[in-house]
């Protein structure tokens, strides 16, 4: 990580990018988390410098209170950050304490006595399914390259198709298409599940496969940029919003929108919801109802046809 300043006691900054590493190496979290990690934590310890006036040490880090950790959010808000990011900026302190604590460095409890932010129940809604079908389509693509049109409808497939998050369509390689009609898939917290490979997406993979000029094998990245780097999401995510434009779709059309279409329309089919809990690799039953916009009925309605006490 790109260190410009030195925002606390070396020993502390050592740490710190231990800390990362292991959420890198053993946690498998995105890149995109941890980037946000490191940027949170960078933050708190600017504010730490301040706060406490000079960079802030391991023992200091001890001491610190409840207050402490609270007026750090109180002056994340004051910048602006809602919720979300407020409850990411939390979650990033804890995980970040908590290493520290597992190797007797500081105690955890100051930042664990401090509550999240209530978070507001929004999910991206999902597309109809003829708005998701025309996201997905090779000839909607509006890249004038056509490898790179190509690709991007390839990486639309997985994302409605299969169900996958931006950060896994983007880390699949050419060996993780052996399976001829599964893909295994490893998610957050190093979670593995298998999902089903449409032959309709794996037709889109295998016409990419075949315009990309760039060499594609193994463990290597399997969808490149422009330059043949790995692709980014960001690209993706512009893409789309072009897309937006260009066809009339919602604000709310993103490439997590297609994911969240994937299960919405799956459930709206008839499928069960502990099926679509594995292909998303919720750990939580109750994550997938919120996330299809399941009511309890329906929700009591699956149990009562499932469960053989009902």
């Excluded at 606390?8 to 946690?27: I, N, V």
């Excluded at 007797?104 to 006595?113: E, K, Q």
């Excluded at 760039?214 to 330059?227: I, K, S």
């Excluded at 009339?248 to 279409?261: C, F, I, K, Q, V």
């Amino acid at each position: 990580m790109n260190e410009l300043l030195i925002i606390a006691d070396p020993r502390l900054m050592d740490e710190r990018s231990a800390w990362l590493d292991s959420l890198a190496r053993e946690r498998r979290l995105s890149d995109h988390t941890l980037h946000a990690y490191e940027r949170d934590t960078r933050q708190f310890l600017t504010f730490l410098t301040g706060h406490l006036g000079g960079p802030p040490t391991l023992n200091d880090i001890q001491l610190l209170r409840p207050a402490d950790f609270r007026s750090f959010l109180a002056a994340r808000r004051k910048e602006g950050s809602g919720p979300r990011s407020l409850g990411r900026n939390l979650a990033g302190l804890r995980s970040l304490l908590r290493y520290l604590e597992k190797k007797g460095l500081v105690n955890a409890a100051g930042v664990g006595a401090v509550r999240s932010p209530k978070q507001p129940k929004s999910l991206p809604k999902p597309l109809s399914d003829r708005q998701a079908i025309t996201v997905v389509s090779d000839k909607a693509q509006l890249h004038e390259e056509p490898w790179i049109a190509a690709r991007d409808a390839a990486v639309f497939a997985l994302l409605y198709g299969c169900g996958l998050r931006i950060s896994e369509a983007l880390d699949l390689t050419l060996n993780d298409f052996s399976g001829a009609t599964t893909l295994r898939i490893t998610g957050k917290g190093n979670k593995t599940r298998l999902v089903p490979l449409l032959t309709v997406v794996l037709e889109a993979v295998t016409k990419y496969r075949s315009l990309c000029p760039y060499h594609l094998e193994g463990e290597n990245p399997l969808f490149r940029g422009a330059r043949g780097g790995k692709l980014q999401a960001a690209i993706i995510q512009r893409t789309m919003q072009k897309m937006r434009s260009a066809f009339g779709l919602p604000e709310t059309a993103t490439p997590h929108a297609l994911r969240h279409s994937f299960a919405t329309h799956l459930l709206a089919g008839g499928g069960d919801l502990r099926t679509i809990q594995e292909l998303l690799g919720h750990a939580s039953l109750s994550t997938t109802q919120v996330y299809t916009g399941v009511d309890s009925s329906r929700l009591l309605e699956v149990y009562d046809r499932a469960h053989p006490r009902a």
